[in-house]
């Protein structure tokens, strides 16, 4: 029997890091709840942007919150308006919302940190996203995945790549898995370099995932 493992979890401290990072021996349950409480108020608040990954690295005096995503421009606004509303609102949420009540919230800083994704191929979260999009918009899904392989196979970094829907695709009665795959995608190989990325579509007939994997190469 096979067992299924992310494959980011996998390589943790071997090629990868954790999206949480910095000081969390105090109080670990309320920080990770703040945490998943942050990531979600920002998928919901950036909604279809492109927002690849949200990493936070917490100190004694200061969050830094690291939001890496295709389009920048979107999320900064003009003269830098975009972000600094968005940080306002996520202070609010943070100042009211993250803490059990009684508790007097310390003297934390917020800085927000935007990091562009020059590539959306390259991410295995915006394939997958973009996947979900054409999905939801009702195109065959075996179009959409032999369009999607073809643009990731076509970069020189990529040695490999997998991409797969899972659900009531097209509609039909009986769901069911398709998937397709190109090049090498050593999963069991701790210093393979591989993206995972999932997403999902809603559609009129129910949810459809939406899986991707990349390879890389191998990192020494």
Excluded at 152 to 165: F, L, P, T, Y
Aim: charged share 35%.
């Amino acid at each position: 029997m096979t067992h299924k493992v992310h494959p980011k979890i996998f390589r943790i401290k071997k090629i990868t890091d954790w999206n949480s990072r910095g000081f969390y021996q105090k109080k670990f349950s309320e920080h990770l709840k703040e945490d998943f409480k942050i990531r979600e108020f920002l998928r919901k608040k950036l909604g279809k942007i492109g927002v690849d990954r949200i990493e936070i690295e917490r100190f004694p005096t200061k969050i830094n919150i690291i939001i890496s995503t295709a389009r920048p421009g979107l999320i900064i606004g003009r003269r830098g308006g975009g972000i600094e509303e968005l940080k306002n609102e996520l202070e609010k949420k943070l100042s009211k919302k993250l803490l059990p009540k009684g508790k007097k919230t310390p003297s934390r800083k917020l800085r927000l940190e935007i990091r562009e994704i020059k590539d959306p191929w390259l991410s295995a979260s915006l394939s997958a996203q973009w996947i979900a999009q054409q999905i939801e918009k009702r195109v065959s899904y075996r179009r959409v995945l032999k369009r999607a392989l073809d643009r990731i196979m076509s970069h020189k970094e990529v040695q490999g790549a997998r991409v797969e829907v899972a659900g009531r695709l097209n509609g039909v009665m009986i769901a069911r898995t398709e998937w397709l795959k190109k090049g090498k995608l050593p999963r069991q190989t701790l210093r393979a370099d591989i993206d995972y990325g999932v997403a999902r579509a809603y559609c009129t007939y129910g949810v459809v995932g939406v899986k991707v994997w990349i390879y890389k190469g191998e990192k020494f």
